[in-house]
């Protein structure tokens, strides 16, 4: 098992540039979140979905978009970069929600010029 | 309103010291989960234990322990005979039955030789 893979590793991106931060799991798992990890802030959620065609918004989903076509698949897409975006991405996925642990990714360090 | 805090920012000890890591949670739920997390040198998010708001057992695991006390709203947690390898980015979480899990802002462990 790969668990929760993420690409890329790394982006640079510059204000308003658009792209798709790839996100795909093979534990078969309903339920995928994207978190933004800024320094001093912990993980907060933009995105979040219960399972294949069924998606909605966390705590921070201004300026990002998300689909949910296939159980393994998760993509989180930017649609006009801006510096406030500058963060560590993670993707995570789990059985379910409340009880069960997040399997987290490797993460994707972003950073918009 | 769920949230977690983290009162501890940053943690320098010496090998071999014992350290407890301290996370309050504040919720209105009678169910919800506790969660700690690690997060080495190396950024990955690896799971470290789940506890659940009906369960008040203490819990060790080799060097580690933790302590949870509704009454205190807590879930601490130890590290005995701290090791170089402790060094990393703890997170506490919080969730209820939902979607959501709420991080706390991280106590960055510090562990020298």
């Known amino acids: 098992n790969a668990g929760v893979t993420q690409t890329p590793k790394f982006q640079v991106l510059k204000t308003g540039q658009s792209m798709t931060l790839q996100c795909a799991q093979d534990?078969?798992?309903?339920?995928m979140s994207w978190y933004r990890q800024d320094p001093g802030m912990g993980l907060r959620l933009i995105h979040y979905?219960?399972?294949?065609?069924?998606?909605d918004q966390g705590e921070v989903p201004n300026g990002y978009n998300v689909s949910r076509s296939t159980t393994e698949d998760f993509p989180l897409r930017l649609l006009s970069a801006a510096p406030s975006q500058t963060s560590v991405y993670f993707c995570?996925?789990?059985?379910?929600?409340?009880?069960?642990?997040?399997?987290f990714g490797p993460g994707t360090r972003l950073t918009v010029t | 309103a769920q949230k977690v805090t983290q009162a501890q920012t940053e943690i320098s000890v010496v090998e071999k010291e014992d350290v407890t890591l301290d996370c309050v949670y504040e919720?209105?739920?009678?169910?919800?989960?506790l969660f700690w997390y690690k997060q080495p040198p190396s950024g990955e998010l690896v799971f470290l234990i789940r506890?659940?708001?009906?369960?008040?057992q203490n819990e060790i695991s080799g060097r580690y322990s933790w302590n949870f006390q509704k009454s205190t709203s807590s879930f601490n947690f130890t590290i005995t005979a701290s090791q170089v390898v402790d060094s990393a980015v703890y997170f506490c979480?919080?969730?209820?039955?939902?979607?959501?899990?709420?991080f706390g802002k991280g106590t960055s462990l510090l562990v020298t030789p």
């Open positions: 534990m078969n798992h309903e339920y």
């Open positions: 979480a919080l969730s209820n039955s939902g979607y959501a899990l709420n």
């Open positions: 919720t209105r739920d009678t169910t919800y989960y």
């Open positions: 979905s219960v399972g294949a065609g069924i998606t």
């Open positions: 995570a996925s789990s059985r379910g929600t409340g009880a069960y642990e997040q399997y």
């Open positions: 506890r659940n708001s009906f369960d008040e």
